[in-house]
């Protein structure tokens, strides 16, 4: 054992122990470096002193005086007071005869008056009778349909005093000619109330409007 122990001193390396404390040593200062704050801590602001200025404001100026009373007016004497004489007091009017009593067969009676004539019987403007119109609709077209062609036809139609169709024209057109045929042909089968003239049916010229839309054909 003895030769053991004095081979290990022998062989004891100062240089590694000298290396191995430097190293702990900077591991060390590495480690209190990390741990200490990175700035110092800001010192307290030093509490400053609050001054109050007081300003004096100097009083308002006293209001002025009120202005004088103006002067009273002069006096004027009083009016003179003027009497009137009283006229003389006129004498009561005459007394009215009195009424003379009329017996009733003495007044004549009135004539009776005349029955009041009947008023004037009121002029009405033919229109249109909507069961025929509804009765023979205007055809749409299939080749409008096709092409997407749709509008409104406003007709002029003039009937007798029978309420028949005398003559049909196109008021305002569709821009579509194929429409206003439709409208035109469909109308010459329709029916009107004649309108009333002087009590009497008359003729006249009808407008109707005719609307062509695909809205409804499915």
Excluded: C
Excluded at 145 to 164: F, P
């Amino acid at each position: 054992m003895a030769r053991t122990s004095a081979r290990d001193r022998k062989r004891f390396n100062w240089w590694r122990t000298i290396a191995v404390a430097f190293a702990i040593a900077l591991h060390a200062g590495i480690i209190i470096m990390l741990l200490a704050p990175a700035a110092p801590p800001a010192a307290k602001e030093k509490n400053t002193q609050k001054i109050v200025r007081v300003e004096f404001i100097p009083p308002p100026p006293p209001p002025p005086p009120p202005p004088p009373p103006p002067p009273e007016p002069p006096k004027q004497p009083p009016p003179k007071v003027i009497k009137l004489e009283k006229p003389p007091p006129l004498p009561p009017p005459p007394a009215p005869p009195p009424p003379q009593e009329q017996s009733i067969m003495s007044t004549p009676a009135e004539p009776p008056r005349p029955p009041a004539p009947p008023p004037p019987p009121a002029n009405v403007a033919p229109s249109v009778d909507i069961s025929y119109k509804n009765r023979n609709p205007p055809k749409y077209p299939i080749q409008a349909v096709r092409q997407g062609h749709q509008g409104e036809v406003i007709l002029a139609i003039t009937i007798n005093a029978a309420g028949e169709v005398v003559d049909v024209k196109v008021q305002k057109s569709s821009g579509y000619r194929e429409l206003d045929r439709a409208a035109e042909d469909a109308a010459r089968h329709w029916r009107f109330n004649p309108g009333v003239q002087n009590g009497k049916p008359s003729g006249g010229v009808v407008l109707v409007p005719v609307n062509f839309s695909l809205s409804g054909i499915e």
